[in-house]
Each structure stands twice: as C-alpha cells, then as structure tokens.
C-alpha cells in the first residue's frame, strides 16, 4: 500500500532532510549554501522592491490590481496538452523558425510571465492573495506543467531563440526564488537541468552573435540565477566573468563605443530599447553580487558607470527617451486585444531607464550617485506629460525606486544638461538648449535606415533620412507620444528627404540588413554648437541628396543640395508635420497671415518668409521659398506598422509644410530655420533680420554659413573647395566660433574616415595656435590661418578641436 504524502508533510520531511545533510556537510560547503541563501534573499528583494508602504498610493493600488490580474489568471488557468492557458497554445504543429513559430515560442515564454505575475501576487502584500494557497498550489501546478510539456532538458527549440535562452528562463527562474521553499529538491534540479540544456556554459563562450551587448547581460542573468537556485558556485562565476566583454568600449557592432553611443544588431542605435534592457540588468546583476564571492570586481565596470550621463543622459529629457535610438520599439503602441506585449511610448521606456540608474547608482561613488539621483529627481518633475508615478507599466520595483528618490529631501533636483553631443558610431546627434532639445537621425554604411523585424515598424523607412524631433521644455512633450508614428505620414517625417516612390512594409529587410552606400555622414561640435552633414542615399531609391544642419543657440539653419532622382516619382522636403493631436485647433501664421483652422486646408506658399505654428515654434525661409503647407486629418492603426498591434483605427491632426522638388529633379535644393519655442514676433523678427545669416554655400559640393554676431561659421566640404573664407583641399566638416575674449575654438572632423591628410586654410588673421590634437602636424599663422592635418582616417569621425588666439 502506498501512503499519499500531502504537499506540507512531504516539505517538512524534504526541509528536515535538507537541513541534516548541511548540519553533517563539511564546514565550506555550509557556509557556500548559506551564501546562495543570501543571494536568494536579495534577488527576492530586487524583484519585490524594498521601502514602500503597501498602504500608501500609488502602491496600494498597484497591489490591489495584481492581485486582481492575478486572480483572472488563476481563473483561467486550464492545463491542457499544448497550452497552459487557452490563449497561449505553445504546441507548434510545424516547428521551425518562422513567423508563427515565433509565435508559439512566445506564448510559451509568456505562460511563464503569467506564472511570474501569479507568484508576486503570492508574495507581495496587500495584493489580496498574499499567502493564498491556492495560489501557490496554481503556480506549483503551472510549473510542473510547462516542464512536463515544453520547457525541459528533452526538448528541442522552434521560433524565436530569445523565447527559450533568455525569455522563459528568466521568468522560471524569478519564479523559483520567490516560491523556493514551495519547491522539492527534485523540482528544482529538473527546471535547472532545462536551462541547463537550452543555456549550456557555451552561450556565453564567444562574444558573437546573439551573445552580445544587451543579450549578454540578458544570458548573464539566465546563468546567474540557475547558479543561486542550484547551488552551483561554477555558474554564478561564469555569469560574472561573462559580463567583461560587455565593458570595453568597441569600435564596431554591438556595444558602447568612447563617444557615447550604443549599438545593438550590428548596424541599430539601441540606447533607449535594448540599452536600457543592458543598463537595468546590469544594475540588477552588480546589486546581486555586490559583497558576495562573485562581486563584479572588473574595473572596466567603470564604463558603464561613465555611460550613464554619456550614453543615457543625453537622450533623456523630462524623463522621455527619444525615439531616435529606440529602433523597432517606436512601433509597440496599443497592442491587439489578444497580444501579451505592454504598451510603450517615449515616456513609458524612459521611466524604467530612469529607475535603472537609481539602482546602479548603489554600485557607483558617492559622487555619482548624488548626481545622478538629482538628474532622475529633475526628470521625474519635470515629465508633466506622463508622470513616471503613474506609468501603468512600470513595474513595484521602480516605482520604489523611483519615489525613494522624491521623497529624499537630501537631493535637489538638477536641470536639463545643456549642450550639443554627436554620435559619429550611431549616426545621431543631440541638441540641448535652456527651453528646448532636438535629436537628428541619419544612415550611413554602419547603420542603416531603420529596423525592422518580428513584424514590427513596418514602416520606418525614412527615420533614418534625416529626421529631425524636438521637444520644449514645458510644450509639445507628447508630439510622438500620442499616436504619432501609426498616424504620421511615413513618407514625410519632419527633417526628411524622401521620395515618393511606394514602399513595401519592411522594405529593405529585416534587422538593420540595409545600409547605404555613403560614406559622409556627420559632423563637428565644440559641445555647444555643431554643423553635421549626410550624404543622403534613399531607402530602394535613386534618390541622392546633400543636406547639413547648423545647431545654434536658439536656432537649426537647414539646408539641402544636389537633390536628384530618377525614380518617376516627386520628391519631397519635410520642413516640419507637427502631431497637433486629435483636435488641432493650433494657430497657423504664415507671414502675418492667419491660415484657416479647417481639416483638410492646403494651400502653396508662394515666396514665403517665416510661418509660426502656435505653441511650438517658428520658421525662417531666408531670401523667401515656395512651401507647400496643409492641414490633415490621418487616420491609422497600430497594427499598420506592427503585426501585433491593435487594429482600432486611430485619429490624429497634423500641420506640414514641405518643399515640392518636383518629379525627377535634377538640382533640388531648401533652406530654412526652425526656432523651437519662438513666438511669432520672435519668427518675424528673425526674418526680417536679413543679416543675422549668411549663405556661403549651398551647393553640391560645399554647404555652410556664418552668423556674425554669434562669431560663427561652419561649412560640410563635399569636397574640397572655396567657402566664404575657409578653404579645404579635401571632403570634410569645419565650424569656427569666435569669441568676445579674442580667441577662436575651431572644430574639423572627417566624416568619410578616409582622409590620410588634409589642408586647412582659413582667412583670418590669427596671432597663434594656443592648442592643438596630434593630428595636426603643422600651423601656420599670421594674415590666415594653415592647418596641416596628418591621418585622420582612425580618428572614428571625431571632432579635432584647435584653439587660437586672433591676430
């Protein structure tokens, strides 16, 4: 006769067994278990959060909605031969590596995630099922059920690899710490030897492939955690040692590059998506080892400490992440009625970025840690769009964190960082000023266009072409936040030259597979102001486009040349499509002339001089421009851009104004200024103001100007040339700011990275050269300025600032 065990007596008995076998196990390996215990305790703690009343809001009503979600999970629990809830059928009648496998090794990984959600409610108070035995009794019940079925050491993986290296064993493992003393010796052995076989020590052998940056920390995580639930000291030192490749800066593909920039499948800038999964889980990680045997010692960790305000930092204002550099995710909406994914927005994937930096600040010096809790305290009150306290997606652990840095009185909240930060080795650019930022997109043979893939932003053709966003400081925060990337028309982003010519969604294929063929991409900054360049080369177009930016101080000076195509299609300028949302009762001025507020109004502007948008800005068209300028009502869905999105149709109103190059041009060409913030007094006076700018060049081969009374010019060299008084003997990018004190900063760069010397002349007196890099070999001064630059093509696109003092 066999006698039935109940579920308590067989813990007790495996508690008590357990315990004998430490009391009589040699001194170390006790001690050794204690320290999995600890660290145990500790990922327990980062997963549940530390430091808020369970009483208090938005806490207590977080905890109430868990325990609600919770509970309609366990209701709908039904296990089943390939699914463990009805909704999420994992069994894959033809498994391979397709879209609908995909699919199904997703709804696999989210089975997991549920049984996640269900084990917080489980452990966290005020949720209403703290403690619940059934509960418990539901999630033991899932586990064994996904083991039994899909995810064990017998199995062979279909669909997306993330779902079974990095996904599902992520949640299982979480799982396992929270309900640990729930689960026998024999469930916890089984469901590491399952992560053991789908994530063998060879996932992290070679830093290569999907095993870099952001996927790294990911897998690092993955072994970590199987090595705490196991008991395995072997994995826990392989997960950190793991992590070293993450640190270096890099000089191609994925990671940190030394100017900030952050790259992710080869060819993305990824500082807002998949850097943020790499900054949050290395907070995680160091947090969890920190004061162990396996503390992360590596002093290259020092990186990523420094990264926080020169990679995050400048793409982060009023605690938004700009769009510019979170690839495929500015298209993960509203998702379908029937879809696991959270909704996002700039504001929703900023909010967690923000909360990862309170966590790795525990990690850092002093210094930095009182810094950077004052930048977070001033993104938090700033952000009046989308306060991160009521970011329904934002997890209890960073809402602690987050209003444990509110609620410190020590902090003082710090302002916007200012200033101007190119990103040579991601093709993006930051403009920060008191009252505005800006961000620029371009491609060039090292990243491409846009990404695309797992069905999702299936139109982002033209993000890389140029396009130029800007947000106010206490304005327009939600300009692509509130629907604007289903809504907006694709083909004309503000910023961009496109042509016309019809694409098809995920044109140019998936994961960042297209680059132009283009060499001049970018620019030079003295950390202020900046002029960047882009050789533009269109998306499966014959389009070819010269087109240069000018970031001063309360104004982008934009300009185009040599705009040509033969694709029997127009090509247009966006000068700007302005997301007024679903009502757009916005002024629109165009010299002095109120246009009318209907939908749709169009109307060509015919010798334009300056047109201001109420509430957002102003536009400059020096010496007059022909602009086509309109009023739409778009209507679209997420769904239009990814597969997974919701199929609602959406509406939103949108204010353009573009430049009509014609069908084919052969020589198209624009110029115009916008003002971010400016009234329409400031827009008219600009304009009238007929010599605050010169024009030295717009041509195929050389665009530049100077503003006299800021002390600057700047010209892109195509080639090497005549502008105003600089002259190049070679394609490059100079800009030159004068100064009240009689010294000069000039900046030069190499966009192409092909320059093994260059000649530099600029007439003007100069009476010395007072600083200068080592790639300048010789200067000559007196009635003009030579510069002589040796190699510069391993200098990565860098800025090479030289410092005079004017004759």
């Not at 215990?37 to 703690?45: G, Q």
């Not at 989308?386 to 997890?395: A, I, K």
Request: charged letters at 15%; proline letters at 4%; hydrophobic letters at 40%.
């Amino acid at each position: 006769m066999t006698t039935r065990w109940s579920r308590r007596g067989f813990l007790t008995a495996s508690t008590a067994t357990a315990l004998a076998l430490t009391l009589s196990a040699p001194a170390g390996a006790a001690a050794e278990a204690d320290e999995f215990a600890t660290l145990r305790a500790k990922w327990r703690t980062l997963l549940l959060g530390e430091g808020f009343s369970p009483t208090a809001e938005p806490f207590k009503s977080r905890l109430a909605e868990l325990g609600s979600t919770a509970s309609q999970l366990q209701s709908s629990m039904a296990p089943a031969a390939g699914s463990l809830w009805p909704d999420l059928v994992y069994a894959d009648p033809e498994p391979d590596t397709d879209q609908e496998s995909y699919g199904y090794s997703g709804n696999m990984a989210a089975s997991y995630y549920r049984l996640l959600t269900l084990a917080q409610a489980y452990c966290q108070p005020g949720t209403g099922l703290t403690g619940n035995a059934s509960l418990r009794t539901a999630v033991l019940t899932g586990l064994d059920h996904l083991h039994a079925e899909v995810y064990n050491a017998t199995r062979t993986r279909y669909g997306n690899w993330y779902s079974w290296q990095i996904g599902a064993p992520q949640a299982l493992l979480d799982v396992c710490v929270l309900m640990y003393s729930s689960l026998t010796a024999t469930q916890l052995a089984q469901y590491c030897a399952a992560v053991d076989h789908f994530v063998p020590d060879s996932a992290v052998a070679n830093y290569t492939g999907t095993s870099t940056g952001a996927n790294r920390v990911d897998l690092c995580r993955v072994l970590a955690l199987r090595g705490i639930v196991g008991g395995s000291s072997a994995k826990v030192a392989l997960a950190r040692d793991a992590l070293s490749p993450v640190f270096p800066y890099v000089t191609s593909g994925d990671g940190l590059y030394s100017d900030g920039s952050f790259v992710q499948h080869t060819t993305v800038p990824y500082t807002g998506s998949y850097g943020s999964v790499l900054l949050g889980g290395l907070g995680m990680l160091f947090a969890l080892l920190n004061g162990s045997s396996w503390a992360v010692t590596d002093a290259k960790r020092q990186i990523v400490f420094d990264a926080v305000e020169n990679a995050w930092a400048p793409f982060l204002y009023n605690g938004l992440v700009m769009d510019s550099v979170s690839g495929r995710a500015i298209s993960r909406g509203v998702a379908a009625s029937d879809s696991k994914r959270i909704q996002q927005d700039d504001h929703l994937r900023g909010h967690p970025i923000l909360a990862s930096i309170v966590l790795l600040g525990q990690g850092a010096s002093a210094t930095e840690n009182t810094r950077w809790r004052g930048l977070v305290k001033g993104w938090i009150q700033r952000d009046y769009y989308s306060p991160p306290m009521s970011n329904p997606s934002l997890g209890l652990t960073n809402l602690a964190r987050l209003k444990s840095v509110l609620d410190d009185t020590t902090i003082t909240p710090l302002a916007e960082p200012t200033g101007h930060r190119l990103f040579p080795n991601m093709a993006r650019a930051t403009h920060r000023r008191p009252g505005w930022a800006a961000s620029l997109s371009m491609a060039d043979r090292r990243i491409t266009y846009y990404e695309t893939g797992n069905g999702e932003n299936l139109r982002g053709w033209h993000t890389g072409s140029g396009m130029l966003s800007w947000w106010g400081d206490t304005f327009a925060n939600g300009q692509y936040s509130d629907a604007f990337w289903p809504t907006v028309d694709p083909y004309r982003l503000p910023g961009t030259t496109a042509s016309r010519k019809v694409l098809a969604d995920a044109a140019g294929g998936d994961w960042g597979a297209s680059l132009p063929d283009v060499h001049w991409v970018g620019g030079a900054t003295d950390g202020q102001r900046a002029a960047i360049g882009q050789y533009l080369k269109g998306l499966q177009s014959t389009l070819l486009a010269k087109k240069s930016w000018f970031f001063l101080d309360d104004t982008v000076v934009c300009l185009g040349a040599g705009i040509r195509s033969t694709d029997g299609t127009a090509v247009e300028t966006t000068v700007e499509n302005r997301n007024l949302g679903p009502t757009g009762n916005t002024s629109f001025t165009v010299d002095g002339t109120t246009k009318p507020l209907a939908y749709p109004w169009s109307e060509t502007l015919t010798g334009a001089r300056w047109a201001h948008i109420g509430g957002h800005g102003g536009y400059v068209f020096p010496g007059g421009a022909t602009v086509k300028a309109l009023r739409e009502a778009r209507d679209g869905r997420w769904s239009d851009i990814n597969r997974g999105g919701s199929t609602a149709v959406i509406n939103r109103k949108y204010l353009t104004m573009y430049v009509d190059h014609g069908t084919d041009p052969t020589a198209g060409s624009y110029a115009y200024l916008l003002m971010p913030g400016a009234t329409a007094a400031q827009t008219q006076a600009r304009a009238a103001a007929t010599g605050w700018l010169t024009v030295l060049a717009n041509t195929n081969d050389q665009q530049g100007v100077a503003v006299p009374s800021l002390g600057f010019t700047a010209v892109n060299f195509w080639f090497g040339g005549t502008a105003g008084n600089l002259v190049a003997s070679d394609p490059c990018c100079v800009m030159i700011s004068e100064r009240s004190d009689g010294t000069a900063v000039i900046c030069v760069s190499d966009p192409m990275r092909m320059r093994t010397g260059l000649t530099l002349t600029w007439n003007r007196a100069v009476a010395s050269v007072t600083s200068k890099p080592a790639t300048v070999t010789s200067a000559t001064t007196g009635s003009s300025l030579r510069l002589t630059f040796g190699d510069l093509s391993g200098t990565a696109g860098a800025t090479q600032r030289i410092t005079v003092r004017l004759g």
